[in-house]
């Protein structure tokens, strides 16, 4: 009776073991696979840099002021997200490797390595949640908007007006709120003469139609920000629109990755105590 006890816990406990190390090797799997590509997109972010950063420096070119453009939260993100990628892969290597070789001091590198990462992405949750998008963002661009030159001729001037009209074409929209920001309190001198907004604006309708080489009529249009013709909407507030939007996504991926983390973590725990 007393043998048949401990084959039936010595075969209980293989059992346990043997689940949580096929656990632990398919999700660090998994985890390995994405943190590649993700370093592979810090790479591409640090090559080709994205075209509202472009404008950020730009318009502290053209401003002289650099305590409202704190540029550097941004450069610093694609830093942020190479080394958090590499870390990633480091970690879920750890979590492989230990698993499968059942070696008790690559468990423990990987338990400590993951609740170091647990409590920096806990940290960096808080500190991101409690940024302020409107202070960061939408202020610093309007004190800079007055600056804009659609005539411009100077090189600062010319690259300012350029970084505008790229960020406006490839997110379809029209100044910070909307596009009476280019039409309320500012005195720019449009070229051609009769516009009211710059060439940005008008690269495309609604509807798909590429107007790129006609754009005049929409450079005249008095329509506002519900325009159906016309991309009117603020950029500021088109970046705002897509945060919320996809808020309940990130925050829902977010707890999936944060509980995946969590239970990896007790399951090494558990599997280092049970190796010998």
């Known amino acids: 009776m007393v043998y048949r006890s401990s084959i039936g816990k010595c075969l209980g406990e293989d059992m346990?073991?043997?689940?949580?190390?096929?656990?632990?090797?398919?999700?660090?799997f998994f985890i390995f696979i994405l943190g590649i590509p993700v370093f592979g997109l810090g790479i591409w972010v640090l090559v080709?840099?994205?075209?509202?950063?472009t404008l950020f420096e730009e318009a502290q070119s053209v401003s002289g002021t650099t305590d409202s453009f704190n540029v550097e939260i941004?450069?610093?993100?694609?830093?942020i997200l190479l080394v958090v990628s590499f870390l990633v892969v480091l970690i879920s290597f750890f979590g492989c490797c230990g698993a499968i070789k059942e070696n008790k001091c690559m468990l423990g590198t990987y338990f400590t390595l993951i609740l170091?990462?647990?409590i920096v992405m806990v940290v960096g949750a808080v500190l991101g949640y409690s940024g302020d998008l409107e202070k960061t963002i939408k202020d610093p661009l309007k004190s800079a908007l007055s600056y804009y030159k659609d005539d411009a001729t100077e090189e600062t001037d010319v690259a300012y007006k350029t970084a505008w009209n790229k960020v406006q074409e490839e997110l379809k929209c029209c100044g910070i709120?909307?596009?009476?920001?280019?039409?309320?309190?500012?005195?720019?001198?449009?070229?051609?003469?009769?516009?009211?907004?710059p060439a940005g604006c008008c690269m495309v309708k609604r509807d798909g139609t590429d107007i790129s080489n006609n754009q005049l009529a929409c450079r005249k249009s008095t329509e506002g920000p519900t325009s159906e013709v016309y991309y009117f909407k603020g950029c500021y507030t088109m970046i705002k629109d897509k945060i919320e939007e996809n808020q309940n996504l990130v925050v829902g991926v977010a707890i999936g990755v944060v509980a995946v983390m969590f239970l990896n973590m007790m399951f090494s725990f558990a599997m280092c105590t049970m190796v010998k």
């Open 16 to 28: 346990r073991k043997f689940i949580l190390k096929r656990t632990l090797i398919i999700t660090n």
């Open 116 to 118: 170091a990462m647990f």
């Open 177 to 197: 709120d909307d596009v009476n920001d280019w039409t309320s309190g500012n005195d720019f001198q449009w070229d051609p003469t009769g516009a009211n907004k």
């Open 48 to 53: 080709d840099k994205p075209s509202f950063l």
């Open 74 to 79: 941004y450069t610093s993100a694609a830093y």
